[in-house]
């Protein structure tokens, strides 16, 4: 089975196909620490009420047939919580739909 060649980082380090620079790692350990907990960003105990009731009324993902397990904002909110309480921006994904197609979704939205 043929193995993709390595790749430059913008560090200028050679990479080997699917690894993570040391610098990447280092920035994204970085980033986590300084990004407040889930709490911090509104998903405290009134959230877990409101998503398991969003749930309820909305049992299947957007985009496929699974069982929905997340409640999406469709809008990012960037901590605006009239956009984080507003069900209109909501929308039922599964784990798999959300973790794969929205995120790699936002990560290209971001410069």
């Given at each position: 089975m043929p193995v993709r060649a390595p790749r430059i980082c913008g560090?200028?380090?050679?990479?080997?196909?699917?690894?993570?620079?040391?610098?990447?790692?280092?920035?994204?350990?970085?980033a986590d620490?300084?990004?407040p907990?889930?709490?911090e960003r509104g998903y405290d105990s009134k959230w877990d009420t409101e998503r398991?009731?969003?749930l309820k009324t909305h049992p299947r993902c957007q985009?496929?047939?699974a069982p929905a397990t997340v409640v999406d904002h469709v809008v990012p909110h960037k901590g605006d919580m009239k956009l984080f309480w507003s069900r209109s921006?909501?929308?039922p994904l599964c784990r798999i739909c959300h973790d794969r197609w929205?995120?790699?979704q936002e990560r290209r939205a971001t410069p």
């Open positions: 560090c200028g380090l050679r990479v080997a196909s699917g690894e993570r620079c040391p610098c990447e790692r280092r920035r994204k350990a970085e620490a300084r990004r907990t889930a709490r398991a009731a969003y985009r496929c047939p921006n909501w929308q929205k995120q790699s």
